[in-house]
Each structure stands twice: as C-alpha cells, then as structure tokens.
C-alpha cells in the first residue's frame, strides 16, 4: 500500500479481527487505571500530509503516562544540550522492566530515559523555578506536538501520587548518589503530573507524526523541535521504548514507539507517518495486548519496519 491509499479499510478489518481479542488484564498497582472499560479500544493513523484515519474509541481520554518520556527526553534536551542530559542519564537498554531499580554501576546513572528512573531524573533537569513552571513548558510542548489542548486527569495522578511508593525508593536512592539534586517530592510532583496528561489516540497518532517529520509538525507546521534532538528522541524509542519487550518488538514491529501502562502505544515511522493504539488490556511487561497485535500486522501488511 503506498501513501496515497486510503487507509480506512484496512484499520477496520484491524479492529474488527482485534476487538473480540480479550487476553491481557487491567494494571493494579495505579488503582484508577483499575476502573476503565476493558473494552475500550481504538486505532488512529496520522500521514505526514495532514490526512489521519481513525477507528474505534479514537476519541476516548486516557492518561499519557510512559508515552511523555520521549518528549520529556526532548525538551531536556532543547534546553540543557545533548551533552548535560547524556553526563545524568544513559542510553542503554536494560532488558529489564519500567520500573527497574538498577543504575548503572560506576556512574549511578539511570540505564535510559525511558525507564521510571530515567524519566524522574528528566524532570529534575527541565527547567523551571518550580514544578508548576516545569509543568507549564510539558503542556505546551505536548500540545505543539499534537496540535490540539490537552487536558489533565486529577484522579489518576491523585492515585500515582498516592501509590509511588516505588519511584520515591529510586528517587531517594538516586538522590543518595548524587544523580538527582534537589527536593524528591517536588521533582516527583512534576513527574507524576507530567504523566497525567489527558490525550486520545487522534492526539498522540498526530505528536507521533511529528517526530516522523523531524520535528515539524504536519498539521500547524510549527517546527517544534530540531531535527538532531528528534533524532536522539526516536533513538532512545526504538532501543528503550518497550522495555523488557523491546527485543521482540524490534524484530517483528521494527518502528520507534513508546508503550504506556495507560494501554497506550505510540509509534513512529519515520518520513511516513505516527500510529496510536490504545486498548488497556496489559501484558504481563505492561504492553497493550491488542496493541501489540495491531503494531505487529500494520507493520507487515503496510512494510514499516525500518530493517
């Protein structure tokens, strides 16, 4: 199928093979994420000529969760220099989970910025006097992305807040080393607010087609970032994005993306195109099962993969 083709058909024929697909469950351990429709699912495709094509729940809020580490990675990034965001966060992947506690073992850096610990250290370094400040330029930028206002889930980031207990562990422990500098909870409230943010899959299909347009985005044509920190951000997707997944998701997806415990995946084809999908049903390394499935025939049946 080339660029010009009408993709509807064949989003419809995903939906409909995929929709009955009920294996996965919902996440715990954020108690709000506990309570969507399990059946909530939808598929948005965004070309780099502006067309988008959407099927199912396209327009169903979730939080954004995970999927702001690429974008919180770039905005780092923007302001401090490729060099200061690299000197406090690497760019291996680790193999392990999102919410690992390694670091790496002579320089106590996170492994990559997207993993938990990676993301937290990200926002301690964007700038801002305070977390309202930081929260701020995130919204701005996330919306510069997507084209479109975003919203913000006060119940789930009430419920991470609650339930962090973990990443207040990574936090104090980086803060231990040297890593993070600063006060945790206030680093942690940027964090947690960061993730968050409401967002569809029309909104993160057309932030995804940004970066496959290095940085300049289709629908209002603003360049929102430089093409060199576009670069660095699909990078880290394509080697980190998918955690403990990530090998596999390379070998029969093959794109940039970004999962999200939410239920989200967001993708990148690069000169071509952004896909979401968002079905919260998870797997057992916290990946959208139907997702998953949808990537992995999209990227067959239209020859994604950048390999």
């Not at 370094?125 to 305070?130: A, S, T, V």
């Not at 993708?267 to 998953?292: A, F, H, K, N, Q």
Request: some cysteine; glycine content about 8%.
């Amino acid at each position: 199928m080339s660029d010009e083709e009408d993709y509807q058909p064949l989003l419809e024929e995903l939906y409909k093979t995929y929709k009955s697909f009920n294996q996965g469950t919902l996440p715990t351990y954020i108690p709000e994420l506990s309570l969507v429709d399990p059946q909530d699912f939808g598929i948005s495709l965004h070309l780099l000529d502006g067309r988008s094509y959407h099927v199912g729940n396209s327009q169903r809020t979730f939080t954004i969760q995970s999927m702001v580490k690429p974008f919180l990675y770039g905005i780092a990034m923007e302001q401090l220099g490729e060099a200061a965001v690299l000197e406090r966060i690497g760019v291996e992947p680790t193999g392990d989970a999102f919410n690992t506690i390694k670091l790496q073992p002579k320089t106590h850096r996170p492994y990559n910025p997207m993993v938990n610990a990676g993301a937290i250290v990200l926002a301690n370094l964007i700038q801002g006097d305070d977390h309202r400040e930081k929260i701020v330029t995130i919204k701005k930028t996330l919306e510069d992305f997507s084209g479109s206002s975003l919203g913000f889930d006060i119940s789930v980031y009430t419920s991470e807040k609650a339930m962090g207990h973990h990443n207040r562990a990574m936090a104090y422990l980086m803060l231990n080393f040297g890593t993070l500098t600063g006060h945790v909870e206030e680093i942690l409230e940027s964090y947690f607010q960061a993730c968050s943010f409401m967002v569809t899959t029309k909104d993160l299909a057309a932030m995804a087609a940004t970066l496959a347009n290095k940085g300049l985005n289709p629908q209002t044509q603003k360049q929102v970032m430089q093409p060199r920190t576009i670069k660095n951000m699909a990078c880290v997707m394509m080697t980190c994005g998918m955690y403990d997944f990530a090998g596999e998701w390379s070998y029969t997806v093959g794109i940039p993306a970004k999962s999200g415990v939410s239920g989200g995946i967001v993708g990148v084809v690069p000169s071509r195109m952004g896909i979401c999908v968002y079905s919260p049903l998870l797997d057992e390394t916290g990946t959208s099962v139907r997702g998953i499935k949808v990537f992995q025939e999209l990227s067959r049946r239209l020859d994604l993969s950048i390999y």
